[in-house]
């Protein structure tokens, strides 16, 4: 092998080492895309499903995903990994985060849960 055709597969080597890299370090450093919502427009989930849960104070929303995930699948069982990837939004006013599945297959519907920054659980429910 001549040395340009050496110095050819290096580089490449090295590019796609240095484009694996930059990728794992994305995937590993992802954060949740967050919207917003407004607290009042859920007081009627909030009266019909209450939680007693608390899942201790939230630090960001890849914290609140991890702990949220844990008490749907909890009250819905791992049928609830089928909604994924789950969407945050947060209520700055109220200080408060809601997590919403996507619609499941089959008969489909979200479950949801309210969770105030201090880990309160407000409500935990599933649509339909």
């Known amino acids: 092998m001549d040395k340009k055709k050496l110095i050819v597969i290096l580089i490449?080597?090295?590019?796609?080492?240095?484009?694996?890299?930059?990728?794992?370090?994305?995937?590993l450093n992802s954060k949740p895309q967050v919207g917003q919502f407004d607290l009042a427009e859920y007081r009627t989930e909030i009266?019909?499903?209450?939680?007693?849960?608390?899942?201790?104070?939230?630090?960001?929303?890849?914290?609140?995903?991890?702990?949220?995930?844990?008490?749907?699948?909890?009250?819905?069982?791992?049928?609830?990994?089928?909604?994924k990837?789950?969407?945050?939004?947060?209520?700055?006013?109220?200080?408060?985060?809601?997590?919403?599945?996507?619609p499941g297959p089959g008969e489909g519907g979200e479950a949801h849960i309210i969770v105030e920054n201090s880990g309160k659980v407000l409500a935990v429910w599933h649509e339909k």
Do not use: M, Q, R
Not at 52 to 64: F, M, N, S, T
Not at 89 to 102: Q, T
């Open 47 to 83: 009266e019909a499903f209450p939680s007693d849960e608390d899942i201790g104070p939230v630090k960001d929303a890849k914290d609140l995903l991890e702990k949220a995930e844990k008490v749907l699948k909890k009250v819905f069982g791992d049928t609830v990994d089928d909604e």
């Open 85 to 102: 990837p789950y969407s945050v939004s947060y209520d700055e006013k109220n200080g408060a985060w809601l997590v919403s599945g996507k």
């Open 12 to 27: 490449a080597v090295i590019l796609v080492a240095a484009a694996a890299a930059v990728v794992i370090a994305l995937l």
